[in-house]
């Protein structure tokens, strides 16, 4: 395994992927996100995403039957493999979210100027 | 990937509802391999819902904008196969550095062959650039001019004998004509004067200066870059307008506004604006200050008296056109004033005026018979064509040894072939190699070009800086370059690659047998024949141009020019001082004979006509180059007298006496000239007819190349413009001079002296035609040489590949001189067919410009053989160095490597 560790948009791919389970292609991931997180994603971009989590082993991908949505043509479906079935509870364990809740409100927050700060407020 | 090109036909919905038809092409072409059919049909879904959330213009823009980022090579690179390569692969920046890597390595292995190639292709660059800087030069020759496009010269053109003859001389009514009549077609009208030396002078400085008198609107027409002062610097009379140059070596640091210098010695003017200096490539250049056109007509009686003549044609305009109109208008309106005004009297002669751009004056300002007929643009052209060619020289050298070299090479390609190179790659590398090749080149080129600018400035009598700052000069080399590198490398790149590895390797399948066999060599021998098609012809030409000039050097002038020296006078200062300086200057023993004269000896000021004389051809509109001389001019020139006699102070009647040339004689076909009377052809009879006292030898006073004019020897009553001084041939001609000087200084010591040689005047008339014969002459070379480097890299070549078979005919008792025709034949034969081709393009090309001239050389078979002798000899010489090292070798050496 390459990775040691996964970043934020990896993480919320391999969510979507989780949760769409049977129907998990680049497309209704892309939507999945767009809709989920109120927040704008490229195709692009999650396809690019999809392309480096395969190569790293953490998805694995069947090709589909044909469909008429896709103008007949087959879609590459995602799902999510054991190593990526480790590595989401691993983020999921209590330790690493002590460890982000400790970091935001611990001592480390105040080291962050007040103008950063006030200019995150506003 | 079939399905995805017919992909909208089966999208649900409307046409116009479909995705951006160029992007499912992109997407078709160019998607990662492998991925095209999941990609096309996620992004179909992805179309639909981005029309469901942003509406239909937003879903097409997302659409077309994934797929870019789709095809882009960084985001595929990654993904692909490690066993699937794509036809872009040879992009790739660490496939770039490899190609680069082993193309240096090919170089620096080959030195002989790199030398010549770089060397080769340096020299055919350098030689481009430089003809490149010349023409753009020429081509922005008074560019200067903000309004260049706008801005124009009136011609005019008239019947005479015959033929329809344009100058670029007007009468000064026109101008008044034009602004009474024609003022909203113009923005600008200026009359000027011709270009004329001024004595300025400051305090106790003095220079002499040309300049111009010019009307009000001319710093304005010219859009001068003033320095100081107004624009509007000519409306008072008595005021000047100095360039920076003019006004810095009279004034030094001074402020000079408003001072007052005196022009001539005589008129005290005003310095009302500095101007910038007018760059060398501008007609306007040698104008180095700007007199009020009205203070030469207030000053000079016979400028005065032209107000209302049409008939004295000595002024020249200068006018800026309307913005919303066309030169083409312009002409077609006031082509006919002098007709309207004065039709009875000029109609048989058809006067027409016309307009010719500022962009033409330089370029385009032959005519013939009325008609615009080229000028200094064929020159340009010329040089043009001759920079491409030998460009194009190096191209072939270069395209040549690649190919030469291929059997080299052909293991290389075979070997990566079947590691698993395509041919893209090949050709990749090969591309490669050749941008190497040529931006090593390049670098050579740019510094040959800077090193020897000085020298072709001289060479070429230019001005030319190299444009460092210009990024047009930069974006034209890159360009440049970039053809270069194609051109040069395209046929080895497409040649080499097409090699099977199967036969290569094999080392002699039919296919290859085929490449590199018999004909491999043709498109090789074809180049070959194509650079001394060039060559020859180029020296050809040099000759012909070179043998043109010499002729016409060689051409008898009709009087003596050397130790003939000739002295301007300033108008008015030496009236009536003619004799007394005669005297003095003949007394010094420094001059043998002097003479004054209205002309100088190598031109010709003033033409007249309208002249009776008995015999004289009902309806022959006779004119004459007319020229005031004074007593002695015939022997202070060394002229030959055919018949009769000089004119003489022994007779006063000489008062009334003319001379005519030769060419005069025939002209109005007089049987026993001397004699008789010349009268002008006017009703009321008055003047003393002219009596014809001798017929001098014809006198070569204007161009060279042309035929001379009729003309008249006239006893000089007016003002002298010119002293001819023939210096005494037993002193040092430095010695006299500085005698000359001190009387001159002596007598008007307010003047600056002048002085000019005839001699050296004379010859300057061939600058041209010497220019263009010396960059030819130059460029010839050049392109012989640049074709026998790669004779020379060809040889070598041939020779190496044949060391075996050298070898072998040795061993079975060949001689050197056997094998050197072995060697040497090929090329010979090659030479041979060039100047064959050579013979009839050449002879059509110089037989055509010759006809330009009216004394020319003729194009003699002497001057074909010579050229093509001096070809075979020069390849016998180039092949023969390889070919007998090659005969030379051991053939021990040469047969035991196997």
């Known amino acids: 395994m390459k990775r040691a560790c996964l970043g934020e948009l990896e993480e919320v791919v391999l969510l979507t992927v989780a949760v769409l389970q049977e129907s998990a292609y680049c497309a209704s991931i892309t939507q999945t996100i767009d809709q989920q997180m109120a927040r704008s994603i490229s195709f692009p971009t999650v396809h690019t995403t999809l392309q480096q989590l395969q190569k790293s082993g953490l998805l694995f991908s069947p090709m589909s039957g044909a469909t008429a949505q896709q103008g007949g043509r087959q879609k590459r479906l995602f799902t999510l493999t054991t190593a990526a079935q480790r590595f989401l509870i691993e983020y999921r364990r209590a330790d690493v979210r002590q460890i982000r809740a400790h970091l935001w409100d611990g001592p480390a927050i105040r080291q962050i100027s007040t103008q950063v700060l006030l200019l995150w407020e506003a | 990937m079939g399905g995805l090109t017919n992909g909208e036909g089966r999208f649900p919905g409307p046409p116009d509802s479909r995705p951006p038809r160029w992007a499912d092409w992109l997407l078709s072409r160019f998607s990662p391999s492998g991925l095209e059919d999941e990609l096309q049909g996620d992004l179909l879904e992805m179309y639909i819902y981005w029309v469901k959330t942003t509406g239909l213009r937003g879903a097409r823009w997302r659409y077309a904008l994934a797929v870019l980022r789709l095809i882009r090579p960084l985001s595929w690179s990654m993904t692909k196969q490690p066993h699937e390569i794509s036809h872009f692969f040879i992009l790739h920046p660490a496939m770039i550095r490899n190609y680069l890597k082993i193309a240096w390595r090919n170089l620096t292995r080959n030195i002989g062959y790199s030398a010549i190639n770089i060397g080769g292709l340096a020299i055919g660059m350098a030689v481009a650039v430089m003809i490149g800087l010349w023409v753009y030069d020429e081509l922005t020759y008074n560019h200067y001019h903000k309004n260049h496009d706008q801005i124009a010269q009136i011609w005019q053109s008239s019947v005479k004998n015959g033929e329809i003859k344009t100058r670029f001389t007007v009468p000064r009514p026109l101008e008044t004509a034009l602004r009474n009549v024609y003022a909203n077609s113009f923005k600008h009208i200026v009359m000027s004067s011709w270009t004329l030396d001024g004595v300025l002078s400051y305090g106790n400085r003095k220079v002499v200066k040309e300049g111009n008198y010019m009307q009000p609107d001319a710093p304005n027409m010219l859009s001068l870059d003033m320095l100081a002062g107004q624009k509007e610097g000519l409306r008072e009379p008595n005021s000047i307008m100095l360039a920076a140059s003019t006004a810095k070596s009279l004034f030094g640091t001074e402020n000079p506004i408003g001072r007052i210098i005196k022009f001539d010695n005589h008129y005290n003017l005003k310095v009302t604006g500095i101007y910038a200096d007018i760059p060398f490539s501008n007609s306007f ?6 007199i009020p056109w009205e203070h030469m007509v207030a000053n000079t009686p016979w400028v005065k008296e032209a107000a209302n003549s049409w008939g004295n044609n000595s002024f020249r ?80 050298n270069f395209m040549n040894l690649s190919t030469a070299r291929s059997q080299k090479r052909a293991k290389e390609v075979g070997v990566r072939k079947s590691v698993g190179s395509v041919r893209s790659q090949l050709i990749g590398q090969f591309l490669s190699e050749s941008f190497l090749v040529v931006a090593l080149a390049f670098l050579i080129a740019m510094t040959l070009v800077f090193v020897t600018m000085p020298a072709f400035n001289t060479l070429a009598s230019k001005q030319i800086a190299f444009p460092w700052m210009n990024v047009y000069f930069w974006g034209a080399t890159l360009i440049f370059i970039l053809c270069t590198a194609l051109l040069a490398g395209s046929y080895p790149a497409l040649y080499l690659s097409s090699f099977l590895p199967v036969q290569v390797l094999k080392g ?35 000759i012909i141009v070179f043998r043109q000039v010499q002729h016409t050097k060689n051409r008898p002038v009709g009087y003596d020019r050397a130790g003939l020296v000739s002295i301007p006078l300033t108008e008015g200062e030496f009236d009536g001082k003619y004799e007394f300086i005669r005297n003095e200057l003949m007394g010094s023993g420094a001059v043998v004979a002097m003479s004054a004269t209205s002309n100088p000896t190598t031109d010709v000021a003033y033409g007249r006509g309208g002249f009776l004389w008995e015999g004289k051809p009902a309806d022959f509109r006779a004119s004459f180059a007319w020229i005031w001389v004074s007593p002695d001019y015939v022997k202070s020139l060394g002229m030959r007298i055919i018949a009769g ?15 005519l040339n030769k060419t005069a004689v025939d002209y109005m076909g007089l049987k026993d000239p001397v004699g008789t009377l010349l009268r002008e052809d006017n009703t009321d009879n008055s003047g003393q007819p002219l009596t014809v006292i001798g017929v001098v030898d014809d006198m070569v006073m204007e161009s060279p190349y042309d035929p001379v004019q009729p003309s008249v020897y006239e006893f000089n009553k007016g003002s002298a413009r010119f002293y001819n001084l023939r210096l005494n041939p037993a002193q040092n001609a430095r010695e006299s001079i500085a005698t000359v000087e001190r009387i001159y200084k002596k007598n008007f010591p307010n003047l600056p002296f002048q002085y000019r040689f005839v001699d050296q005047e004379y010859a300057a008339k061939f600058s041209t035609e010497e220019r263009i014969g010396k960059l030819a002459g130059f460029f010839a070379s050049l ?12 040889s070598s070549f041939m020779a190496e590949q044949r060391t075996k078979e050298i070898g072998i005919r040795k061993v079975l008792g060949a001689s050197v001189t056997n094998l050197w025709q072995l060697l040497s034949k090929d090329f010979l034969v090659l030479v041979i067919v060039a100047c064959l081709i050579t013979i009839p393009i050449a002879y059509y090309f110089m037989n055509s410009w010759l006809q330009h001239y009216t004394y020319r050389v003729e194009l003699s078979w002497w001057i074909f053989a010579v050229a093509i002798v001096g070809a075979l000899f020069i390849t016998l010489l180039t092949v023969s160095f390889q070919a007998i090292k090659a005969a030379m070798l051991d053939p021990v050496k040469s047969l035991r490597t196997e």
């Open chain 2, 783 to 794: 392109a012989i040489f640049i074709s026998c480097l790669g004779l020379f890299g060809l």
């Open chain 2, 285 to 290: 250049n040698t104008t180095t200050f700007i």
């Open chain 2, 508 to 542: 002699a399948g039919p296919s290859l047998r085929f490449r590199v066999g018999r004909f491999a060599a043709l498109p090789r021998q074809l180049l070959v024949v194509l650079q001394f098609t060039v060559s020859v012809s180029l020296i050809i030409g040099t």
């Open chain 2, 317 to 396: 305009l200068y006018v800026q056109i309307a913005d919303n109109t066309t030169m083409e208008q312009v002409t077609a309106k006031i082509k006919d004033i002098k007709l309207n005004v004065n039709r009875a009297e000029y109609a048989k002669n058809n006067p027409q005026f016309l307009l010719l751009p500022m962009n033409d004056w330089y370029l385009r300002s032959n005519f013939e018979n009325g008609i615009q007929s080229g000028g200094r643009i064929d020159t340009v052209w010329l040089f043009g064509c001759i920079g491409g060619f030998v460009l194009l020289l190096a191209c072939i």
């Open chain 2, 645 to 659: 006699r000089d004119f003489s102070p022994d007779f006063p009647s000489d008062s009334n006496a003319i001379l």
